[in-house]
Nanobody, 120 residues
């Protein structure tokens, strides 16, 4: 059984930082392809990052470049999204998923989401 579980969300003031975790199980973590998406109320889902480990590539949305960074811990099969200099417009539910194309990611390859709220 595959599973992704996000954690680390919360309430932070603008300019602050949070680190989200995406703990995976049931996958071969060595060559992960993991993405982060976010969904704010009244807005469409937005892709935040896509990491293809086998080629050492991470793409970030323009809106988060220079502020968000991906890292991982093989021993924990966990990917992290470090979010710095947070802005109120970063407020959303953040989801990690195994894969980068949301149109092809199976339902069970998504996490349940974690809420990030940035106050001004």
């Amino acid at each position: 059984e595959v599973q992704l579980v996000e954690s680390g969300g919360g309430l932070v003031r603008a300019g602050g930082s949070l680190r989200l975790s995406c703990a995976t199980s049931g996958f071969t973590f060595d060559d992960y392809v993991i993405s982060w998406f976010r969904k704010a109320p009244g807005k469409e889902r937005e892709a935040v990052s896509c990491t293809v480990r086998s080629i050492g590539s991470t793409d970030y949305a323009d809106s988060v470049k220079g502020r968000f960074t991906i890292s991982s811990d093989d021993a924990k099969s966990t990917v992290y999204l470090q979010m710095n200099n947070l802005k109120p417009e970063d407020t959303a539910v953040y989801y990690c998923a195994w894969g980068c194309d949301p149109t092809t990611i199976p339902d069970n390859y998504w996490g349940q989401g974690t809420q990030v709220t940035v106050s001004s």
